[in-house]
Nanobody, 129 residues
Framework: QVPPVESGGGSVQAGGSLRLTCVHSQWMHPDVCVGWFRQAPGKEREAVAGLYLREGTSQYSDSIKGRFFVSQDYGKTTVYLQMNSLKPEDTAMYYC??????????????????????WGQGTQVTVSS
Protein backbone atom coordinates (compact mmCIF):
# COMPACT_ATOMS: atom_id res chain seq x y z
CA GLN A 1 0.00 0.00 0.00
CA VAL A 2 1.59 3.21 -1.15
CA PRO A 3 0.41 6.28 0.77
CA PRO A 4 -0.62 9.39 -1.14
CA VAL A 5 1.91 12.17 -1.56
CA GLU A 6 1.00 15.85 -1.26
CA SER A 7 2.87 18.81 -2.69
CA GLY A 8 2.28 22.44 -3.56
CA GLY A 9 2.21 24.06 -0.15
CA GLY A 10 4.04 27.26 0.59
CA SER A 11 3.76 30.80 1.87
CA VAL A 12 1.42 33.32 0.30
CA GLN A 13 -0.13 36.64 1.18
CA ALA A 14 -3.81 36.97 2.01
CA GLY A 15 -5.88 37.02 -1.14
CA GLY A 16 -3.44 34.84 -3.02
CA SER A 17 -3.83 31.34 -4.43
CA LEU A 18 -2.12 27.98 -4.16
CA ARG A 19 -2.77 24.62 -5.78
CA LEU A 20 -2.09 21.49 -3.78
CA THR A 21 -1.47 18.18 -5.51
CA CYS A 22 -2.13 14.67 -4.22
CA VAL A 23 -0.68 11.75 -6.14
CA HIS A 24 -2.19 8.42 -5.16
CA SER A 25 -1.86 4.80 -6.25
CA GLN A 26 -5.49 3.66 -6.16
CA TRP A 27 -6.50 4.72 -9.66
CA MET A 28 -7.31 1.12 -10.66
CA HIS A 29 -9.74 0.60 -7.79
CA PRO A 30 -13.38 0.97 -8.88
CA ASP A 31 -14.37 3.18 -5.96
CA VAL A 32 -12.02 5.76 -4.54
CA CYS A 33 -12.74 8.76 -2.36
CA VAL A 34 -9.96 11.32 -1.94
CA GLY A 35 -10.21 13.83 0.86
CA TRP A 36 -8.32 16.96 1.81
CA PHE A 37 -7.91 17.76 5.48
CA ARG A 38 -6.12 20.47 7.38
CA GLN A 39 -4.89 20.93 10.90
CA ALA A 40 -3.60 24.09 12.48
CA PRO A 41 -1.57 24.09 15.71
CA GLY A 42 -3.83 23.65 18.70
CA LYS A 43 -6.89 22.95 16.56
CA GLU A 44 -8.74 19.82 15.53
CA ARG A 45 -8.28 18.29 12.11
CA GLU A 46 -10.86 19.61 9.67
CA ALA A 47 -12.18 17.90 6.57
CA VAL A 48 -12.17 20.59 3.90
CA ALA A 49 -13.03 18.69 0.70
CA GLY A 50 -13.85 15.25 -0.66
CA LEU A 51 -13.95 13.92 -4.21
CA TYR A 52 -15.47 10.66 -5.42
CA LEU A 53 -13.26 9.87 -8.39
CA ARG A 54 -15.62 7.69 -10.43
CA GLU A 55 -18.46 10.22 -10.51
CA GLY A 56 -16.50 13.40 -9.98
CA THR A 57 -18.83 14.50 -7.18
CA SER A 58 -17.41 16.66 -4.43
CA GLN A 59 -18.21 18.12 -1.03
CA TYR A 60 -16.74 21.09 0.80
CA SER A 61 -16.68 22.39 4.32
CA ASP A 62 -18.50 25.63 4.98
CA SER A 63 -15.27 27.38 5.91
CA ILE A 64 -13.81 27.13 2.39
CA LYS A 65 -16.87 26.76 0.18
CA GLY A 66 -16.66 29.00 -2.87
CA ARG A 67 -12.90 29.55 -2.42
CA PHE A 68 -11.43 26.06 -2.68
CA PHE A 69 -12.09 23.62 -5.51
CA VAL A 70 -11.13 19.96 -5.80
CA SER A 71 -10.52 18.25 -9.14
CA GLN A 72 -8.74 15.27 -10.67
CA ASP A 73 -6.65 14.64 -13.72
CA TYR A 74 -7.94 12.53 -16.62
CA GLY A 75 -5.98 9.47 -15.52
CA LYS A 76 -7.40 9.75 -12.00
CA THR A 77 -3.97 9.43 -10.44
CA THR A 78 -3.78 13.00 -9.21
CA VAL A 79 -6.22 15.11 -7.23
CA TYR A 80 -5.85 18.84 -6.90
CA LEU A 81 -7.04 21.35 -4.34
CA GLN A 82 -7.17 24.81 -5.85
CA MET A 83 -7.21 27.36 -3.05
CA ASN A 84 -8.22 30.92 -3.91
CA SER A 85 -8.77 34.06 -1.86
CA LEU A 86 -6.62 32.62 0.89
CA LYS A 87 -6.99 33.99 4.40
CA PRO A 88 -4.63 33.87 7.39
CA GLU A 89 -7.02 31.42 9.04
CA ASP A 90 -6.34 28.97 6.20
CA THR A 91 -2.82 28.51 7.59
CA ALA A 92 -2.43 24.82 8.45
CA MET A 93 -0.83 21.55 7.48
CA TYR A 94 -2.87 20.11 4.64
CA TYR A 95 -3.24 16.36 4.24
CA CYS A 96 -4.52 14.15 1.46
CA UNK A 97 -6.31 10.94 2.38
CA UNK A 98 -7.55 8.07 0.24
CA UNK A 99 -10.36 5.58 0.86
CA UNK A 100 -11.18 2.57 -1.34
CA UNK A 101 -14.84 3.29 -1.27
CA UNK A 102 -17.34 5.84 -2.46
CA UNK A 103 -17.37 9.04 -0.48
CA UNK A 104 -19.91 9.13 2.33
CA UNK A 105 -20.83 12.77 2.91
CA UNK A 106 -22.28 13.69 6.26
CA UNK A 107 -25.00 16.33 6.02
CA UNK A 108 -23.48 17.45 2.75
CA UNK A 109 -20.04 17.86 4.24
CA UNK A 110 -16.90 15.87 3.33
CA UNK A 111 -16.52 12.30 4.57
CA UNK A 112 -14.95 12.18 8.05
CA UNK A 113 -11.37 11.16 8.67
CA UNK A 114 -12.18 7.82 10.30
CA UNK A 115 -13.37 6.38 6.98
CA UNK A 116 -10.07 6.93 5.14
CA UNK A 117 -7.41 4.23 4.85
CA UNK A 118 -4.25 5.98 3.72
CA TRP A 119 -2.81 9.35 4.61
CA GLY A 120 -0.04 11.49 3.21
CA GLN A 121 2.62 13.29 5.21
CA GLY A 122 1.11 16.70 4.64
CA THR A 123 2.15 19.96 3.06
CA GLN A 124 2.31 23.25 4.95
CA VAL A 125 0.29 26.26 3.84
CA THR A 126 1.03 29.61 5.45
CA VAL A 127 -1.02 32.71 4.66
CA SER A 128 0.24 36.06 5.91
CA SER A 129 -1.89 39.16 6.37
Amino acid sequence: QVPPVESGGGSVQAGGSLRLTCVHSQWMHPDVCVGWFRQAPGKEREAVAGLYLREGTSQYSDSIKGRFFVSQDYGKTTVYLQMNSLKPEDTAMYYCAVAKRACVPVAGRPMPAALYNDWGQGTQVTVSS
